[in-house]
Each structure stands twice: as C-alpha cells, then as structure tokens.
C-alpha cells in the first residue's frame, strides 16, 4: 500500500503546543521552537498574544458556499418535494440534478472522490475496510495513529498523531495554495486534515472518540442477561451494577500512554437514585441530577495520565431506568474541544475557537448514536433527540463562519441525514423485517423530517448570502431499504471458489479464520468487495496473476450476475464491477477485484464484511440498521445536486458527478483545475441574483 505522505505528514509537537495554546497562529516557527521547550514560558507567550484570524484581507466579491447532506435520496427528496419549500425554490429555478456516486456508493469512497477529485483507483478509499493481502486481515482505512510521547513520564513532548490511507490533495488545498481563505466544516473521511496556510478545518468521520474508537457507549445494568454478561464489549462498553440504589463504578477512558500494558485510564463515577424516575451521577467533580427520557448535560470527564498531564473528554448520560433495575448509558466520549489531546481542527486551536463561539459541540467523527439503537441499549426517541441536538450543533458552527464575510470558500456536511436513514428506514418500509406499526406511528416519519431540517437550513444559509454569491447543495449517494442479507463467503464456498478447512460448508468465526488457501480463489471482505486468492499478492495465493486472474474474476461475475433469492424468486444482484473497467490509477492495486452491485432491498449480509460464512445465503435482517447504500448498484444510488445557478446546456443531458465537484467548486473560485483530476468542471450559464 502506498500513503501520500508528501501532504499528510504528522505535526510536529512545535506546532501543536504552539498553535494549542494560540500563541502562534502567523507567528514565526522560530518563536514557537522555543516556546515548547518550556510550558511556563508557552503560558507567559499566550497571554500576549492576540487570536485574531488569519489574512485579515478584504472580503472576496463572490463567495462559495458548499453543504453536503449526507445519504440524501433524489427519490424521497421529490416524493416530499412539497414540504421542502427551499429545496422546492432551486428544483424551480436554479439546477437540482441527480449527482452520480462513486462505485462502491459508501460514504468514505465517495467524500474521498468529493475531496480530491480523484476516482477511487486514485485516491485509495475503495471501502471502509483496507485488507492486507498477506495476512488476509481487514484494517479500517483513513486515520491510523502514532502513539503520544511522554518527556520524563510527565508532560506531553508530541500528541497523539495520525497519517491517512488516502491519496492525493484536497482541492480546498489546492486552493489554499492560490491564497484563497476556506472554512471546511465535517467533510467525512478527510481525517488527518491538511495543513492550511489560510483556512480552517474541522474534522468529522475518522476523527475516533477518547477510546480510539469510533465510539463506544457505555451501559450498566443491575440486570445484565447472560449474553451481555458473556460480551462485555458488545457493540460498546457493557458493564455490571451491583443491585443497590446507591453504587460506585467506573468510567473506563482513554488507554494510558504511559502504560506497557496498554491499561485504560478509568475515573470514578457515583450513582445515587433521587426518587422513581431520577439518578444523581458524580464523576469528575460534578453532581447532575438526571431524569430518565433526556439526555444529561455535558460532563467534562478528567482521565488524569500524570500529576502534570490530563486527557480531557466530555459525555453525556441517559437515564434509562432507576426501578426495579437500575440501567445508565454514557454516550461515547468526545474529545473536549476547549483543550483536546489530538488536534480536531486545522489550526488546532480552531476547536477552541468555535467552542468560545457556539458552546459545546461532539468532535467524534461518527457523531450519532446508532450503536447504541442497534444493540437495542437506548430507544428510538433518545436516537432522535440526539439527532436533533447534533443538528443544532453542526447548523451553529456553519452559520457562526457564514458571518465571516473574508471566507472565499465555505464547505460544511451533516450527517444526520444518513444516520437517521440507516436506523429509521424499516419504519417506513411495511416489508422491513423489523417494520412495527406501533413505532412507525410515532416514528415512521424521521427520515421526512431530517429532510425538513435540511431544507430549514438551506434556507437560513440562502438568506445570509450576497447576490453573488454561489450556493451548491450535494449528497454523496441515496439510500435503500436494506430487508435481506447476502452471505457473499457463503456463496462462494457453495460455487466451490472458497473451501473452509475439513469441508465444512459454513463456519460461525469471522476474519476468514476457517478458510483452507491451498484450495481458495476468493473470498469476501468489507461491503461487497471480492478478492482474487492471487500468487505474489496475497499470503497464500494460489491464482496466477494475469490471464488466471481475470478468468476466475469474470467467472465469478457471471455467476453472480444469475444470484436468485430463494424466498422472492427475484435476482438480489444487479451488476458485479470489475476493478480494471471500474477504476485507474495509482492505487487501484489496493482495491477490491470484483465489487456487488445489489439490488434495491438487500445488502451484504452483516457477517460479510469481517469475513464470516455464516450458513445460508441469504437472511432477513432482523437489526435495526435497516437502511443501506453500500453495497447497492451504483446507477440507482445517486445522490442530489442543488444550487442556485442554472446548469449550461453542455451539462444538460449528461448525470453530474460527484468527481465533478472538485474542479467545478476549484473554477467557481479562479483556481486552475489540477491535470490529474477524474472529472470536469460543470458549466453554469446564469450567475445568482439574475445577472
Ligand atoms: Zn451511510
């Protein structure tokens, strides 16, 4: 695997400390060489030094301002065309147009081609899995991370750093190097984020919780079933009370940086039940009395790592019931933005910036609650309460950088449209396996609603920009009812392309543990990815590369092209991609050989993407992630374009796509378009405003 590590180098520990504590924003790298080396002196420097933006120039004549809403379906967005009324204005008179997502259509491939410009063979983001041929193991892609140093097992030397799997520039970048000033907002999958002369830069998915995940919940019970019991981290952090109304236990943290064994920093935290319906929690010396049905407020949380060096992190709780058991939940722990262990924002002292500005904001990337609604922990209204509040937030950052008038290019993603459509969508399906009437009253309107809130913002925005000024609204790919699961492993053990070790013809283990290489020529990771089992490539390879390869690659589409699901009789899958005709570029050797293309209503099954061959082909999905995107036939996930400039007739007829962002947004702004990149800029014939 090759890394672009020319644009995405680790920050140095000068840098962090400095810009941490705002000393040096423009300032000299001299003066912050020698601030580091002491913190008392880094305080004395910060106390004189003023925070002011950078490129304190003119304000640009035209600005453009790009929001992304994450998974927003073309379809459903003209089915509630009339309750849309903002979204309904630029359908009328500016350009709404389907936008073509990438292949496979899943959110990291397709921001990663958003942001670079580039094509999934280009940029290298193929899933959310990175295998590694020699051992057969999938990693996740995006971030990984380089562990803190400690200088005399007391204060930090260097924070935490990361360096991504992703190739090529942003082209917010690209335009930073022209000298234009940008404000980029949680555009998924760009963590770490590139250094910027001129903007800012907050981090979304692939930014990982204080634990290092994407984020854990916790959940005590004094009445855990046997299962639980027996997985104590299933799908997050399970743990056991004691059945008294009056108990201690522990938050469990971050992993101590100090410690060889990779131990966890917990701190303590106190329950007390304040009547029926209502739990005193303590921990990192605040008292809350939280009621059950709302979320708590933040609790700053202290993860003490020396007497000099503390990881600050901030959760909120969830009473879920005080009698006859007593059941808490804690939402994943964010990095606190007003003073983080790892940089969450370019600068790094953004993050504090913003806080100062809209109060307390979630930093983890994978911002919702969903783990917690699928393991069944909280319920449909904590899920969407959160939804709401996280909505809130992200809408705060954004109109607070709309008032910066000197930005010359604004980007900004939510996400709550996809989250909500991944946990909601069997709610407005009656053939869901987990469609339940009684909750589709109350709830089977969700999804409708994320998009009412969209169209509210759209319209705040709209009404806070200058006749000039450039407004394009994109989604990243649409959405399906996800209803039945396809065993890809399973099937390829039954085509006689995989055999597992003794012949068995299922196994219930993950990560491909069972399988006999010595007589495999592909196997299933990720969201239906296949690999070729090839000589010189994987670990045990036993396919010649080349004329082999591609025989067995076109064998194995052809067969799956015919996959009939038993109990409808109908096809499940609608078209198999082929790395060589479906991608190029530098990284196309770390790609999958085959893609699934499924069809409306199925998805890889859950087993599938770690690896598993559970039995059966095919299995209702009986979770309440019911609604899914990834693994679904390209041409019938496209995600939406809007904006109020009219479309030329050259770009007509054609489908945009979302590799044409990049050079579009780069044309709009006056910045030359980069030779490597995939798509073409679209032309926009009427400027706003009717000029
Ligand atoms: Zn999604």
Same mark, same amino acid.
């Given at each position: 695997?090759?890394?672009?590590?020319?644009?995405?180098?680790?920050?140095?520990?000068?840098?962090?400390?400095?810009?941490?504590?705002?000393?040096?924003?423009?300032?000299?790298?001299?003066?912050?060489?020698? #601030?580091?080396?002491?913190?008392?002196?880094?305080?004395?420097?910060?106390?004189?030094?003023?925070?002011?933006?950078?490129?304190?120039?003119?304000?640009?004549?035209?600005? #453009?301002?790009?929001?992304?809403?994450?998974?927003?379906?073309?379809?459903?967005?003209?089915?509630?065309?009339?309750?849309?009324?903002?979204?309904?204005?630029?359908?009328?008179?500016?350009?709404?147009?389907?936008?073509?997502?990438?292949?496979?259509?899943?959110?990291?491939?397709?921001?990663?081609?958003?942001?670079?410009?580039?094509?999934?063979?280009?940029?290298?983001?193929?899933?959310?899995?990175?295998?590694?041929?020699?051992?057969?193991?999938?990693?996740?892609?995006?971030?990984?991370?380089?562990?803190?140093?400690?200088?005399?097992?007391?204060?930090?030397?260097?924070?935490?750093?990361?360096?991504?799997?992703?190739?090529?520039?942003?082209?917010?970048?690209?335009?930073?190097?022209?000298?234009?000033?940008?404000?980029?907002?949680?555009?998924?999958?760009?963590?770490?984020?590139?250094?910027?002369?001129?903007?800012?830069?907050?981090?979304?998915?692939?930014?990982?919780?204080?634990?290092?995940?994407?984020?854990?919940?916790?959940?005590?019970?004094?009445?855990?079933?046997?299962?639980?019991?027996?997985?104590?981290?299933?799908?997050?952090?399970?743990?056991?009370?004691?059945?008294?109304?009056?108990?201690?236990?522990?938050?469990?943290?971050?992993?101590?940086?100090?410690?060889?064994?990779?131990?966890?920093?917990?701190?303590?935290?106190?329950?007390?039940?304040?009547?029926?319906?209502?739990?005193?929690?303590?921990?990192?010396?605040?008292?809350?009395?939280?009621?059950?049905?709302?979320?708590?407020?933040?609790?700053?949380?202290?993860?003490?790592?020396?007497?000099?060096?503390?990881?600050?992190?901030?959760?909120?709780?969830?009473?879920?019931? #005080?009698?006859?058991?007593?059941?808490?939940?804690?939402?994943?722990?964010?990095?606190?933005?007003?003073?983080?262990?790892?940089?969450?924002?370019?600068?790094?002292?953004?993050?504090?910036?913003?806080?100062?500005?809209?109060?307390?904001?979630?930093?983890?990337?994978?911002?919702?609650?969903?783990?917690?609604?699928?393991?069944?922990?909280?319920?449909?209204?904590?899920?969407?309460?959160?939804?709401?509040?996280?909505?809130?937030?992200?809408?705060?950052?954004?109109?607070?950088?709309?008032?910066?008038?000197?930005?010359?290019?604004?980007?900004?993603?939510?996400?709550?449209?996809?989250?909500?459509?991944?946990?909601?969508?069997?709610?407005?399906?009656?053939?869901?396996?987990?469609?339940?009437?009684?909750?589709?009253?109350?709830?089977?309107?969700?999804?409708?609603?994320?998009?009412?809130?969209?169209?509210?913002?759209?319209?705040?925005?709209?009404?806070?920009?200058?006749?000039?000024?450039?407004?394009?609204?994109?989604?990243?790919?649409?959405?399906?009812?996800?209803?039945?699961?396809?065993?890809?492993?399973?099937?390829?053990?039954?085509?006689?392309?995989?055999?597992?070790?003794?012949?068995?013809?299922?196994?219930?283990?993950?990560?491909?543990?069972?399988?006999?290489?010595?007589?495999?020529?592909?196997?299933?990771?990720?969201?239906?990815?296949?690999?070729?089992?090839?000589?010189?490539?994987?670990?045990?390879?036993?396919?010649?590369?080349?004329?082999?390869?591609?025989?067995?690659?076109?064998?194995?589409?052809?067969?799956?092209?015919?996959?009939?699901?038993?109990?409808?009789?109908?096809?499940?899958?609608?078209?198999?991609?082929?790395?060589?005709?479906?991608?190029?570029?530098?990284?196309?050797?770390?790609?999958?050989?085959?893609?699934?293309?499924? #069809?409306?209503?199925?998805?890889?099954?859950?087993?599938?993407?770690?690896?598993?061959?559970?039995?059966?082909?095919?299995?209702?999905?009986?979770?309440?992630?019911?609604?899914?995107?990834?693994?679904?036939?390209?041409?019938?996930?496209?995600?939406?374009?809007?904006?109020?400039?009219?479309?030329?007739?050259?770009?007509?007829?054609?489908?945009?796509?979302?590799?044409?962002?990049?050079?579009?947004?780069?044309?709009?702004?006056?910045?030359?378009?980069?030779?490597?990149?995939?798509?073409?800029?679209?032309?926009?014939?009427?400027?706003?405003?009717?000029?």
């Amino acid at each position: 695997m090759t890394m672009n590590t020319a644009t995405r180098s680790p920050r140095t520990a000068a840098r962090f400390a400095c810009d941490s504590i705002g000393v040096c924003r423009g300032a000299g790298a001299v003066r912050c060489a020698t #601030v580091v080396s002491s913190m008392v002196l880094a305080i004395l420097f910060a106390a004189g030094c003023g925070e002011g933006r950078r490129d304190d120039g003119p304000a640009p004549s035209r600005r #453009v301002v790009v929001l992304g809403f994450d998974g927003v379906d073309p379809n459903l967005l003209e089915q509630w065309r009339d309750k849309l009324p903002n979204v309904s204005k630029f359908m009328d008179s500016g350009t709404f147009r389907r936008l073509q997502s990438t292949t496979p259509p899943a959110s990291c491939t397709a921001w990663s081609s958003f942001t670079t410009g580039l094509n999934p063979g280009g940029h290298g983001i193929f899933d959310f899995i990175l295998r590694d041929p020699k051992t057969y193991l999938p990693d996740r892609t995006g971030a990984v991370s380089h562990a803190a140093e400690y200088r005399f097992g007391l204060f930090p030397k260097t924070p935490e750093t990361f360096t991504s799997t992703m190739s090529g520039q942003a082209f917010w970048t690209t335009a930073d190097h022209a000298g234009k000033r940008s404000v980029v907002l949680r555009v998924p999958c760009i963590y770490p984020l590139e250094e910027l002369q001129h903007g800012y830069e907050q981090g979304g998915l692939g930014l990982p919780d204080m634990r290092g995940s994407e984020g854990t919940f916790h959940y005590w019970s004094s009445d855990l079933s046997p299962r639980d019991a027996a997985n104590p981290d299933l799908g997050g952090k399970v743990l056991s009370l004691a059945n008294a109304k009056d108990v201690e236990t522990v938050i469990e943290g971050p992993v101590n940086p100090l410690s060889p064994s990779h131990e966890r920093l917990s701190i303590p935290l106190k329950l007390k039940a304040a009547g029926k319906d209502a739990l005193t929690i303590e921990t990192s010396g605040r008292t809350e009395t939280v009621e059950m049905g709302r979320w708590s407020d933040w609790f700053r949380l202290g993860f003490k790592v020396t007497p000099l060096s503390t990881l600050h992190g901030m959760a909120r709780f969830r009473v879920l019931e #005080v009698e006859p058991n007593l059941r808490l939940y804690l939402s994943p722990i964010n990095h606190d933005p007003a003073d983080p262990a790892i940089a969450l924002t370019e600068p790094p002292s953004y993050s504090k910036e913003l806080q100062r500005a809209v109060g307390d904001f979630k930093t983890v990337g994978w911002n919702h609650e969903t783990w917690g609604l699928n393991e069944e922990r909280i319920d449909e209204e904590a899920f969407m309460q959160d939804i709401w509040n996280t909505f809130r937030e992200t809408e705060a950052i954004t109109m607070h950088e709309l008032e910066d008038k000197k930005t010359e290019l604004l980007v900004s993603v939510f996400v709550e449209t996809d989250r909500t459509s991944h946990m909601m969508y069997r709610l407005m399906d009656p053939e869901h396996p987990r469609y339940d009437a009684a909750l589709a009253a109350k709830y089977g309107d969700s999804i409708q609603k994320t998009y009412q809130r969209m169209d509210e913002i759209i319209g705040k925005v709209s009404a806070k920009l200058g006749p000039k000024d450039v407004l394009l609204i994109l989604s990243d790919h649409g959405f399906h009812s996800w209803r039945r699961g396809f065993n890809v492993n399973s099937w390829l053990i039954e085509q006689g392309f995989m055999t597992l070790k003794g012949g068995a013809k299922s196994t219930e283990r993950k990560f491909l543990q069972d399988v006999d290489w010595s007589k495999t020529k592909a196997y299933a990771l990720g969201v239906g990815g296949i690999y070729i089992n090839q000589q010189g490539r994987e670990g045990k390879g036993i396919v010649k590369a080349g004329d082999e390869s591609e025989r067995v690659a076109k064998d194995i589409a052809a067969r799956l092209r015919k996959v009939v699901d038993p109990k409808t009789g109908k096809p499940a899958v609608a078209e198999v991609y082929l790395a060589k005709e479906t991608w190029k570029g530098a990284r196309l050797a770390d790609g999958q050989d085959l893609q699934i293309g499924m #069809v409306p209503g199925y998805r890889v099954s859950s087993a599938t993407p770690l690896g598993g061959a559970p039995e059966g082909l095919f299995e209702d999905n009986k979770k309440k992630w019911s609604g899914d995107h990834a693994t679904s036939q390209t041409s019938a996930t496209e995600g939406i374009l809007l904006s109020n400039l009219k479309l030329g007739t050259q770009d007509e007829a054609a489908t945009p796509s979302i590799l044409d962002m990049a050079p579009t947004i780069l044309t709009l702004l006056g910045v030359a378009v980069p030779p490597e990149y995939d798509g073409h800029a679209l032309a926009f014939t009427a400027a706003p405003g009717g000029e």
